[in-house]
């Protein structure tokens, strides 16, 4: 019995790998950007695809959380002082009504678009934890940073990061 113990455990294990269900690919730092296509609160619809020469700030936000709120108003002035032709902000809600999300802009100011996620797609091809979460993609599709919990995205460090992707 002893000597079938460790082939029988080995046999197990084998069989638990591949029965388990793989993981879905999710976003990696250095690799293309997971595409999308989502519609904002105002009806236009966004792809990602359509977006390459720009640099993109995808945001993953919620009105029910403080850190996302907290980090709007930040948001809103880089979005103000980046240029419009190489530079783009994309808020996504996540799990969230969006007549509430467009109110919480409208009281801060907010001019960036508000992507409206229903199915939890784009969240589920980043691999989105938890919001606050904001990716930075480069001109080519190339994901380049993710950033988990808010931000002061007007922040020297914040802007100097950002403007070294619109530089190249």
Known sequence: MKRLLPPL???????LLVACPQRPEVAQIG?????????DTKGKTWALAELKGKVVFL???????????????????????????????????SNDDPALADAMAAKIGA????????????A????????????????QGMLREKFLGAVQWDSAES????????AQ
């Open 59 to 93: 945001n993953f936000w919620a009105t029910w959380c403080p850190p996302c709120r907290q980090e709007l108003p930040s948001m809103q002035a880089i979005h103000a002082a980046m240029p419009a032709d190489s530079f783009i902000m994309l808020a996504v809600l």
């Open 9 to 15: 455990t080995m046999l197990c294990l084998a069989f």
């Open 111 to 122: 001019t960036f678009p508000i992507l409206v996620d229903p199915e939890n797609k784009a």
């Open 31 to 39: 690799k293309p950007a997971p595409e999308f296509t989502l519609v």
């Open 124 to 139: 589920q091809a980043y691999g989105l934890t938890g919001v606050p979460e904001t990716y930075i993609i480069d001109k």
């Open 159 to 166: 802007l100097g990061m950002l403007r070294k992707y619109l």
